[in-house]
């Protein structure tokens, strides 16, 4: 763990997990909110998603330059963020351990 957090990559990557699992924590928070009327979950989670998000962003954008990548490969990294598990996608197919 402590060997991704030393590279842009490997930070991009945690990151990626962690608003991956977000995003997909936010569906079941919204059941909470409207279903059983518990708004609290929903705004923690809400909060730190756009948290995620921006860390998210700023990652790739700093992380293309470093591996020169093509305008598709920004475009798939950005178009993976508001897919639902997209980011786990991501990680396999661009965000790959061997650029660590």
């Known amino acids: 763990m402590y060997?991704?957090?030393?590279?842009?990559?490997?930070?991009?990557?945690?990151?990626?997990?962690?608003?991956?699992c977000s995003f997909l924590l936010i569906f079941f928070t919204m059941y909470l909110k409207?279903?059983?009327?518990?708004?609290?979950p929903n705004y923690v989670v809400g909060m730190?998603?756009?948290l995620f998000f921006v860390a998210y962003i700023f990652l790739v954008l700093q992380v293309?330059?470093?591996?020169k990548w093509r305008f598709k490969e920004y475009v798939f990294a950005f178009a993976a963020?508001?897919?639902p598990?997209?980011?786990f996608y991501a990680d396999k197919k661009l965000f790959v351990p061997g650029k660590l």
């Open 64 to 67: 293309g330059p470093l591996f």
């Open 34 to 40: 409207y279903g059983l009327n518990m708004p609290k």
């Open 48 to 50: 730190a998603h756009g």
């Open 85 to 87: 598990g997209g980011t």
């Open 3 to 20: 060997s991704l957090l030393q590279s842009p990559m490997g930070r991009l990557r945690i990151v990626a997990f962690l608003e991956g």
């Open 81 to 83: 963020s508001i897919v």
